[in-house]
């Protein structure tokens, strides 16, 4: 097989995959390869027809497409190579390297105009974005219709396809997809009967909630789950119920929808097949990489970025985060693979209270700038809240919030100095609790 | 197929693993015969939803037809997958008991087994078999090892006899529903009524046009009661009995190596702990005697009875949120306990081939020859000139089980098959385009599905779906408006959004004209 070898591949031309390759053009680095599976670039924001994009990062109101569109206007104006239609089937870190000038990574690639071929990076970015969940893993029970569509394939369908895929539905799960598509929906003339939602908070964003369902009246039954799927060949209703605090549903709550379509918006997965054939260790919390300060992966020169890493609320914040990869893969590249650091030097950052998960993971903190964003989420719906970082048991930030929601992406700024006088064994974490309720470690 | 009425030697009444292991066996002939299914593809009832296991055949009564049936057809089973070139695999098996007395049960088992023939039967204690099994229920006490059986692809086994059946000459009437049947008139009347009766030949009305035949064979899996009592003496009654199953992402695939059988109950094998041939890991099924036949509906008790019986197998059962889908598939069982292979009560040349429950898809490979041999009693066959008929079939290409050598030799060859339309089991276009283009091809979502997997991994078709049905729309040149996910009613999308350009409406008007 031919093998290629570039300097910098990002797997991925979505926004992710978009901006990491800017930033890494803007350190400095020229030979960059973008691939993309799609027949263009720009990922699922080509979908995304509403607007509601690009608030923090262009100040305007832009769609998905018009997004995408800044992004891939810019990285043509910088002349760096988009090869669409083309796969990464397999990842693999190039063994028993001894020279110098091969390290790197070893990518094979399909596609329909040049075949299979392999390409040799020095660095690799990650940035596959992610999948949504399907029906079986809600294990909802019932006939196996057509009709059931998840909702964003139902947004490709009609958005892009301009296909119509239902008249009468139901939407399982207030993800922002579900709430998007609730709206989508109702302008194509379809009836939107409710969202229904497994647990007593919304997974989406508060002002999807308010624009999408409340705008147009469409009912959303927290608690709410879907217990019967009727109808052979194409849904001819479903059955929802109220659920228990076990989320089991309670008997005698049961009602039907006469429908022929259900929606499912049931969370997203991130999409690491390529990532696990390069051995790259996965958080079972994100379902994405574990990385450092760098973005770096377990892999080395492997680094993630955007919903591959962790499902992200916003856009803006996925080309932040790919920017740091593109910037620190390219640092690593003039490295010459040469860091300083190594995994056993990582401090791992442990996360208490309602912090669910945080990315990055783990940190070097001879390695650190000297602000460096953490992105978490809360497990819980929260009224007024205390963010708190400890270093040992020093307490070196602590910020109150009003709100915190699952569904949105919180973030703190951790400081270099911070570490000044503090041991390299001592714990780093950071908290997140309600502060009227008490707090136990 | 036109309104004329068309004449065959025998007409095979069901499209299922059986009707096209029958089928395949009788174009070793010279005789016209054909199959009748009512849905748009084979394999769409029991045979589509099942374990996929090629039973030992320790389990079945000694002297029955599932027992002799089970030894011969599993034992041509290995040898069938190489003619055919659909996937097989010897995993093994365990029969555990979590009880000391079960002991005495495992024994029968193994005697009676002994008695069927299946060779390499041993019973070891719970630690050997966890040694075997590392997760394996801790509390298993004794455990029968079954390293004869195995685990093949129900979808494929069926495409690939309906296939190579369809090859060699059997003609397959799809979307072709049997309502009624006329037995033969011995004479023709002079009365004009009477000519729709050819002499000797049974009339088999469908939703389509006539069918006519001189024998039926009645494979017609849970309505083959149904079919029987159209036209015999007596009645014949069928339970559809029906099992659930959950299958697992391929990232549990490994969980165990053998299929892990409970101690058989009077409604079967019970639930089993099983890699699919395919790399998933599956369990299921549970046994419910459900009124109709048509319920192949999962059930919330259901799901949650496979999961709770399956943790006495195993000892960390993967989570929920593991599972990519659950279905469940209708066994037809028959209050006689044995399959039914016999002529039909004051009927000749109508031979029932129903009661095909479990062991049914590991005896597939001997019940077409063994309804052949009894065929052979009442009707003349004479085989095929040496060299006509083809016995063997080039299975789907499956990308992904090649080295990436041997893909890249592929794909230079023609561009489709680098073009990756699955993503989670990475299925290339190329190979839906052979789906398609087969003898018997996939017209449906479904039917892409069964046979080169598009659509079945861990996403269940959220990013292919679209674009498997352009493909599909292209390749049949139709609108992608008539794609379906199975069935004629099985619509998957409605039309366009809004009119471009007033070319849908201009449709529209056309489809009303018709």
């Given amino acids: 097989m031919k093998i290629i070898n570039r300097e910098l591949l990002v797997i991925g031309g979505g926004p992710a995959g978009l901006a990491a390759a800017v930033g890494a053009y803007e350190e400095g680095i020229r030979d960059i390869l973008i691939l993309e599976r799609d027949i263009e670039a720009g990922g699922i924001l080509n979908q995304c027809i509403h607007n509601g994009f690009g608030l923090h990062t262009f100040k305007e109101e832009l769609t998905g497409p018009e997004y995408a569109g800044r992004y891939i206007d810019k990285v043509n104006g910088l002349g760096i190579e988009i090869k669409t239609n083309s796969m990464v089937i397999d990842l693999k870190p190039v063994e028993n390297d001894e020279n110098k000038d091969s390290y790197g990574n070893l990518a094979t690639v399909v596609s329909r105009s040049e075949g299979m071929y392999q390409i040799k990076a020095k660095a690799v970015i990650l940035a596959m974005g992610c999948r949504e969940r399907p029906r079986g893993a809600l294990n909802i029970p019932g006939f196996r219709p057509a009709g059931v569509f998840s909702a964003g394939t139902a947004q490709r369908l009609v958005n892009i396809e301009g296909r119509n895929v239902g008249k009468d539905v139901v939407i399982l799960g207030s993800g922002d997809i579900g709430l998007i598509m609730a709206r989508r929906m109702s302008l194509e003339g379809a009836r939107v009967h409710c969202v229904l939602e497994l647990m007593p908070y919304s997974g989406g964003l508060k002002r999807n909630i308010v624009q999408c369902l409340e705008d147009y009246s469409i009912p959303l039954h927290l608690s709410h789950t879907v217990i019967d799927v009727k109808g052979k060949e194409r849904v001819t209703s479903i059955v929802a119920a109220q659920v228990d605090e076990n989320l089991q549903p309670i008997p005698g709550t049961e009602k039907e929808y006469k429908c022929d379509t259900l929606l499912l918006s049931v969370g997203l997965i991130p999409e690491n097949e390529v990532s696990l054939s390069a051995g790259i260790e996965i958080s079972p919390i994100t379902n994405g990489p574990v990385v450092d300060e760098a973005m770096e992966t377990s892999c080395r020169g492997v680094f993630a970025c955007g919903n591959v890493l962790h499902v992200h609320d916003l856009v803006d914040y996925v080309s932040d985060e790919a920017d740091v990869a593109g910037r620190k893969a390219a640092a690593f590249i003039r490295s010459q693979g040469e860091e300083v650091n190594t995994k056993e030097h990582a401090r791992h950052i442990e996360t208490l209270g309602a912090v669910r998960y945080v990315v990055p993971q783990e940190i070097h903190s001879d390695n650190l700038d000297d602000e460096q964003i953490f992105r978490f989420r809360v497990s819980k719906p929260m009224g007024r809240s205390k963010i708190v970082v400890s270093i040992g048991d020093k307490t070196v930030m602590s910020k109150n919030k009003m709100i915190m929601a699952p569904g949105e992406m919180e973030n703190i700024t951790f400081k270099k100095k911070w570490l000044e006088g503090t041991g390299a064994d001592d714990k780093i974490s950071i908290s997140a609790f309600e502060i009227d309720k008490e707090f136990v470690i | ?514």
């Fill in chain 2, 1 to 514: 197929m036109g309104t004329e009425k068309v004449n065959f030697d025998i007409a095979i009444i069901g499209g299922g693993v059986t009707g096209c292991s029958i089928a395949r066996e009788l174009s070793k002939y010279t005789i016209k015969a054909c199959v009748i299914e009512k849905n748009t593809d084979i394999g769409e009832g029991t045979s589509k939803a099942n374990s996929g296991i090629v039973h030992g055949g320790f389990d079945a009564e000694p002297g029955s037809l599932k027992a002799k049936l089970n030894i011969e057809g599993a034992g041509s089973m290995a040898a069938l997958s190489k003619e055919l070139d659909f996937p097989y695999k010897n995993n093994g098996s365990m029969v555990i008991s979590i009880t000391e007395d079960g002991l005495a049960v495992l024994e029968d088992l193994k005697a009676r087994g002994e008695k069927n023939g299946v060779a390499g039967l041993e019973i070891i204690s719970g630690n050997k078999a966890r040694v075997l099994e590392p997760n394996l229920s801790k509390a298993v006490k004794w455990a029968l090892h079954i390293p004869s059986s195995g685990i093949v692809c129900p979808f494929n086994l069926t495409v690939a006899l309906g296939e190579n059946a369809a090859e060699n000459g059997v003609e397959f009437f799809l979307n072709t529903e049997v309502l009624g049947i006329d037995k033969p008139t011995q004479t023709v009347g002079k009365d004009e009524s009477c000519h729709k009766n050819n002499a000797g030949f049974y009339e088999i009305r469908t939703d389509k046009a006539n069918i006519r035949a001189k024998m039926i064979i009645n494979a017609a899996g849970v309505y083959g009661d149904f079919i029987h009592n159209m036209v015999a003496s007596n009645k014949e009654h069928l339970i559809a009995r029906r099992g659930e199953y959950c299958l697992y992402d391929k990232k549990h695939g490994d969980f165990t190596e053998r299929t892990i059988f409970q101690l058989p109950s009077k409604l079967g094998k019970g639930v089993l702990v099983t890699p699919t041939v395919h790399g998933n890991m599956m369990i299921g099924p549970n046994a419910f005697d459900i009124d109709g036949k048509e319920g192949n509906n999962t059930s919330k008790a259901g799901l949650d009875e496979i999961m709770d019986k399956a943790r006495h197998s195993v000892e960390a059962l993967p989570p929920r949120s593991g599972i990519i889908t659950s279905f469940a598939g209708l066994r037809a069982h028959s209050e006689r306990d044995d399959f039914i292979i016999e002529n039909a009560l004051g009927c000749d040349n109508f031979i029932d081939v129903i009661g095909i429950e479990s062991p049914g898809l590991s005896c597939a490979p001997a019940i077409g020859p063994f309804v052949v041999e009894f065929v052979k009693k009442s009707m003349r066959l004479e085989e095929k000139p040496k060299g006509t008929w083809n016995g063997n079939r080039k299975g789907f290409t499956h990308m992904e089980e090649m080295t990436f050598e041997e893909r890249a030799e592929i794909i230079a060859e023609d561009g489709r098959y680098g073009n990756i339309i699955c993503r989670c089991e990475s299925v290339s276009e190329g190979e839906i385009i052979e789906a398609i283009n087969r003898p018997l091809g996939a017209t449906t979502l479904d039917g892409i599905k069964r046979r080169v997997r598009g659509g079945s991994g861990r996403c269940q078709g959220g990013f292919c779906m679209p674009k498997v049905m352009e493909i599909l729309a292209r390749e049949l040149n139709v609108d992608v408006s008539d794609i379906h996910k199975s069935g004629n009613e099985s619509q998957v999308i409605f039309g366009n959004i809004r009119d471009i350009d007033g070319v849908e409406q201009s449709r529209e008007v056309e489809n009303e004209n018709h």
